[in-house]
């Protein structure tokens, strides 16, 4: 597959990342971008370890209440473990379907396609903020609607500023799964350290990438409707369900280092009739 054009003469955050996490599909253009956030931000690859060490935790809790059904949007450059890996590990009957509007992303989804005899793959190369109605037509050729699917949205919405409708998004995204249905984001924020993630928005905007930090309150909006996991709720990524076989991290500043809140909410069934009176 030929990678030229104008989609690769931008940065993109999936490859940027990539970087972040010592990987090598990612362009000189990319490399720019991520080391001037870098210098601005020197904990980004700490924040990108803690969130895919989030997104592993949360999935292998997921697939272990019985959640065995994923739709990963914005999945990314491949990374082992990949999301399928983790979740088949604890159920090997379970679908993943993956996200991502880059061009590159597809070139490597053969990486995905590798699942259990028994579980699927699939990949739907689909822009969130324009093809929400598509993502889910062809997600429905691998996953079965009528039981419970997690959404995963792992270091996406801040790249989706409030004109593209990011809550609506979200609620279009949940709106035809059955109760027991998932959600999972991580999200950068300035709730720790705001002159920081400010300097780092600009960077992401002088290369081309939307940005749009959110607040506790304003990540929990996407959450409205649905039962968070609790304990611990809504929290900075590295504190979410910790593995206790992890080394503790204890450095004081690691949340304005890592800067991100992280959640899982789960779909609950809808009320019938009228709630009954004292």
Not at 146 to 152: F, L, T, Y
Request: aromatic letters at 8%; proline letters at 8%.
């Amino acid at each position: 597959m030929a990678l030229t054009g104008s989609a690769f003469e931008t940065a993109h955050p999936a490859r940027v990342y990539d970087h972040f996490l010592g990987g090598k599909t990612n362009y000189a253009i990319d490399r720019a971008a991520g080391d001037q956030v870098l210098a601005v931000w020197p904990g980004a690859r700490q924040a990108a370890r803690a969130n895919r060490a989030f997104m592993h935790r949360a999935v292998r809790i997921l697939a272990q209440a019985g959640v065995h059904q994923f739709l990963d949007i914005g999945t990314g450059i491949p990374t082992e473990p990949n999301l399928h890996q983790i979740a088949q590990q604890t159920a090997p009957k379970a679908r993943v379907v993956y996200v991502d509007k880059d061009p590159l992303v597809l070139a490597h989804a053969d990486a995905w396609m590798r699942s259990t005899p028994e579980g699927r793959t699939g990949y739907v190369e689909a822009d969130i903020t324009t093809d929400v109605d598509r993502i889910l037509t062809e997600a429905a050729d691998f996953l079965d609607f009528g039981q419970p699917v997690a959404v995963s949205l792992i270091a996406l919405l801040h790249f989706v500023p409030d004109d593209h409708d990011a809550h609506g998004i979200v609620a279009r995204l949940l709106a035809p799964l059955p109760p027991g249905s998932a959600l999972v984001i991580s999200h950068g924020t300035e709730d720790f350290d705001p002159e920081v993630m400010r300097r780092v928005a600009a960077v992401y905007r002088n290369s081309g990438i939307a940005t749009q930090a959110r607040s506790w309150t304003e990540l929990s909006r996407f959450f409205t409707g649905l039962t968070l996991v609790t304990p611990p709720g809504i929290e900075a990524p590295h504190r979410w369900c910790p593995d206790p076989t992890d080394t503790p991290q204890r450095a004081p500043d690691l949340d304005a280092q890592i800067a991100m809140w992280a959640g899982v909410g789960v779909k609950r069934p809808q009320l019938r009739g009228r709630p009954r009176r004292g």
